[in-house]
């Protein structure tokens, strides 16, 4: 049994009598709450499009969840070598013990599985994710993309020759909001000249997972430990640490805001606060050169959550912050420069309105304030949709339009192999305790 | 803890709730690192480890929380006593992977009468100015575990609360429970009070809304000392175990102080409940009691229920 269950009442189930009886608690009873039911093809009309998820732990089940609203997705084949994680998958996807696998390759065997969602440990990216599109299926793989840079080389080739759709799992990528962001930076450059980045996620707490009770029921003998196969991110064999795991969502948005990727980096980091055998960093801070002069500084703290997780683009007109919301929405913020010229924000907004009905602006002039250090005039929402789909749905729309009409991807080998080598190349200045140049011919496939 | 913690929540919008939901589950996990009596680094072993030879700094929200705990201490006359964790432990109950109904050999009568001797709020210094936690005497071990789980399942309400949910159900292993507003259909959240001796039998239904309803008994975690029972609660003031088997339900505003009373009504039986209810019109309690023939039957303490 898993440890947390979230069980979401819909308005429906709250008015069925018999909804509510399953969720009264009677102690020893123990009701055991279904999860959504995945829609199947008649349901829903959509093109079926079969998928298989490979190491469904923590970040894959949530992945599953998402993937399986998306019209005609359905996971037909469930695999991991954890046994919790292979039961809460089998319930999630509700398939049979017939079509739950410890062995990725018995699942990759199955001819109608025409797609996989690969979220097993960083690690094993590559390798499974190669061994998925050499068996003709369709990929999505959770970020970041590679343990190395030759690894993520290897998966864009793969996907280039096999011609399956391979994309990362950096959602904001998908995000309207960031999106849109994108294009008040770059098309009605609301920031002038951007000129420095700073970016962070930063939390208060020790990254430690608690360790769900089961069996392990196949692996090598370094995934046989639970420690290892459940916190395998707090330690260098297995993980890239804090820039890998929350510094790459937002370098991947740098990435693509500045049209360009970093030329050199230098950082510290150490494991200066949760001394409990990690030997992953608790803390880095990272300064990136970018061409042009551009600089940016990231910090990922697990000792204080100040500020949370943003990024702000910081250029001589103003500043724009762009954050996910306490609800997942997204969220955006401007301040102008007091030097800069106003802008005409009711006719502008009117505009957005017209070319995309999709995305609004709303500005609340109430929070228009004198700040210090500029001026504060407007505080934008960023629609997180018409419909209200956040960047990991429509992360799966789009993976699926990719599979099934050829639409671009969204974000695709290369996008997560720019991010990859900025990632990596990070850790590498932190241990070498130096700058590191990062040679153009890195980040060409 | 490590025990089930699960969260029931509707709202016009499911995607917002769910992701309120995800994060208040971090929270959970941030939390029980924190109060762990297991995990060498969590904030309860570094103090218990440390606070009798130097004030140890103590995080805001533990600190708030023992100034807390230590009111209810003394307003149930000790019968609940988070500084008497070597109690527990010199009876055997901190090993990890301890069976139920395990035989284990009872400890020496001068061992436990020394603990009693130099436990309690007394030996130790919370330093408001400081935030500092000191212990006087090296007996004393902070042990949370009669009050973690509702501690934790009333932050973790808190903060769906702050995230603009207004309707929820939490629970952290069954016996620590929060309901925010109520489903639209009912007067509240049907809470079943089980039977302690006969399983899947209920003894009545809660209709709980905007409280939290916390359970204590001796009928689930024991061991055999010499062939007697002894349930996991303890009288701090005597060190002896809690004899019988029967639980306590306690309906109360925090979930906190709900845990807290319903291990001091279970020490303390049911007239002294009775006294403290009168006194504090918030606080009921449920107890499950065998009548003589060994059936289970509910006695209601405190004023409205139903």
Same mark, same amino acid.
């Given at each position: 049994m898993e440890r947390f269950r979230i069980n979401a009442l819909s308005r429906r189930e709250f008015l069925q009598e018999s909804a509510l009886a399953a969720a009264a608690l009677g102690f020893g009873a123990g009701w055991a709450g279904a999860d959504e039911k995945p829609q199947t093809a008649a349901e829903t009309k959509a093109e079926p499009l079969r998928i298989g998820i490979i190491g469904p732990g923590s970040q894959g089940q949530f992945d599953l969840r998402k993937a399986i609203? =998306?019209? *005609?997705?359905?996971?037909?084949a469930v695999c991991d070598i954890f046994e919790p994680n292979l039961n809460a998958a089998k319930r999630i996807a509700q398939v049979h013990d017939d079509s739950?696998?410890?062995?990725y390759r018995r699942l990759l065997d199955?001819?109608?599985?025409?797609a996989v969602l690969v979220t097993v440990p960083l690690p094993l990216h590559a390798h499974i994710a190669i061994d998925a599109l050499e068996a003709g299926k369709h990929v999505f793989c959770e970020k970041l993309?590679?343990?190395?840079v030759e690894d993520a080389k290897k998966m864009a080739r793969t996907a280039k020759r096999t011609g399956k759709v391979l994309q990362i799992g950096h959602q904001r990528a998908s995000s309207v909001g960031y999106n849109h962001a994108y294009e008040l930076l770059n098309?009605?450059? =609301?920031? *002038?000249?951007?000129t420095h980045v700073r970016a962070q996620w930063n939390?208060?707490?020790?990254?430690r997972r608690s360790i769900p009770k089961g069996?392990?029921?196949?692996?090598?003998d370094y995934w046989r430990d639970p420690e290892h196969l459940v916190n395998?991110?707090?330690y260098k064999r297995t993980s890239q640490g804090l820039m890998a795991e929350l510094g790459s969502h937002q370098i991947q948005v740098v990435n693509w805001f500045l049209n360009a990727a970093p030329s050199a980096v230098m950082g510290v980091g150490g494991v200066?606060?949760?001394?409990?055998?990690?030997?992953?960093?608790d803390n880095v801070q990272v300064i990136y050169e970018y061409p042009n002069g551009v600089k940016v500084t990231y910090q990922s703290l697990t000792t204080n959550q100040f500020d949370g997780f943003q990024e702000q683009f910081m250029g001589d007109k103003g500043t724009l912050i762009t954050t996910v919301g306490d609800h997942g929405e997204d969220k955006g913020l401007l301040y102008r420069e007091p030097k800069a010229e106003t802008l005409d924000w009711a006719q502008y907004t009117e505009k957005e309105k017209d070319a995309n009905g999709k995305v609004g602006i709303i500005l609340?002039?109430?929070?228009t304030k004198k700040l210090k250090t500029g001026a504060r005039i407007g505080e934008t929402t960023l629609a997180t949709s018409a419909d209200g789909k956040d960047a990991y749905d429509l992360q799966f729309y789009n993976w699926a339009a990719s599979i099934?009409?050829?639409?671009?991807?969204?974000?695709?080998a290369e996008v997560g192999l720019r991010t990859a080598v900025a990632i990596l190349k990070a850790n590498e200045a932190i241990v070498r305790q130096t700058r590191v140049v990062i040679p153009e011919e890195l980040y060409t496939i | 803890m490590g025990s089930l913690f699960e969260i029931y929540a509707g709202g016009d919008d499911l995607e917002a709730v769910e992701h309120a939901a995800y994060d208040a589950l971090d929270r959970v996990g941030w939390l029980e690192q924190q109060l762990s009596?297991?995990?060498?680094?969590s904030d309860v072993s570094q103090i218990n480890a440390r606070a009798y030879q130097e004030p140890v700094p103590v995080a805001p929200n533990l600190f708030a929380l023992l100034v807390r705990l230590r009111r209810l201490s003394l307003e149930t006359e000790g019968a609940?006593?988070?500084?008497?964790?070597k109690l527990v432990r010199t009876w055997g109950f901190?090993?990890?992977?301890?069976?139920?109904g395990e035989r284990v050999t009872p400890p020496q009568p001068e061992r436990i009468a020394a603990i009693v001797q130099q436990i309690?709020?007394?030996?130790v210094q919370l330093d408001?100015?400081?935030?500092t936690i000191r212990f006087l005497t090296p007996e004393i071990e902070l042990h949370l575990g009669a009050v973690g789980k509702g501690f934790i399942v009333a932050c973790a309400a808190d903060f769906l609360r702050s995230a603009g949910i207004s309707c929820a159900l939490l629970h952290s292993g069954y016996s620590s429970i929060v309901a925010l507003g109520k489903p639209?259909?009912?007067?509240?959240?049907p809470i079943g009070i089980p039977d302690p001796q006969e399983e899947?039998?209920?003894?009545a239904v809660v209709q709980l809304r905007d409280a939290a309803l916390s359970t204590s008994g001796s009928a689930e975690q024991f061991i055999l000392a010499e062939g007697t029972r002894v349930g996991h609660l303890f009288d701090p003031r005597t060190g002896q175990p809690v004899g019988g088997e029967y639980s306590v339900s306690v309906l109360s505003p925090d979930a906190a102080e709900g845990d807290a009373l319903s291990t001091a009504f279970a020490v303390q039986g049911v007239e002294w409940a009775r006294a403290y209810c009168q006194a504090h019109p918030g606080v009921k309690a449920l107890f499950a009691l065998p009548d003589p023939q060994g059936t289970y039957c509910l006695t209601r303490i405190g004023t409205d229920w139903d």
């Open positions: 609203r =998306v019209p *005609g997705v359905q996971c037909v739950a696998y410890s062995d199955r001819k109608d599985v025409q993309m590679a343990y190395t098309s009605k450059k =609301v920031c *002038g000249r951007i939390r208060n707490g020790s990254w069996q392990i029921l196949a692996g090598l395998w991110r707090l200066d606060y949760w001394k409990d055998g990690r030997d992953v960093w609340n002039a109430s929070a099934r009409e050829g639409k671009p991807i969204y974000c695709d | 009596h297991f995990l060498p680094e609940f006593d988070p500084t008497a964790g901190f090993r990890r992977g301890l069976l139920r309690g709020w007394r030996y408001e100015a400081q935030q639209p259909s009912s007067a509240g959240w899947g039998r209920q003894l």
